[in-house]
C-alpha cells in the first residue's frame, strides 16, 4: 500500500537541478511557476518511481555527471554556466561518442518533455488535441482543430 507520504526518488537538490535541465530542453518551462513544475517532477517522479533501484541510481548519476562535468573545462557547475554554453553541453551529450551517455540523455529529454507537454493547461496553449480513438483519421482529413 503507498504510503501518502512517500519519499520522491528525487532529493530536493536534484529536482532543483532537473528544473534547471528542463528550462534548457523545453525553453518555455523556465521561471514557470509550481503550477507547472510540480506536476513536471511528479511526473517524472512517477516515471522512476516503478524502475529498478539500480536504473533509479542511473539516473541519479546522469545528474550528478552533467552537473560536475563541465567543471575541469569551465571551472563551474553546469548551473553556473550561461545558457548558451549549457545548450552546447547538451548538444554534446545528445551527440556523444559514447553510447551511455546519449541515452541518457534522450531518457532524460524524454521525462522532461512528458512532465511538461502531458500538462492540460500546456495542452490548451498549445491547441494540442489528443484523440485516442478518431486522430489518425482527422489527421490524413486535415481535419484538426483549428488554434482559434
Known sequence: MDSPLRQPVLSAGQQRFLLCLAARIVPESA??????????LAAVDEELRPRPR????EFKLLLFAIR???????LHRFERLPGERQDRWLGFLENAPLTLLRVGIWGLKTLVFLGYYTQDGVQQRIVYVPSK??????LHRRQLPSAG
Open 54 to 57: 539500480l536504473q533509479q541510481l
Open 133 to 138: 480513438e478518431e486522430g489518425n483519421v482527422l
Open 68 to 74: 560536475w562535468m563541465t567543471v575541469p573545462f569551465t
Open 31 to 40: 521561471g514557470a511557476p509550481p503550477q507547472v513544475t510540480d506536476p513536471l
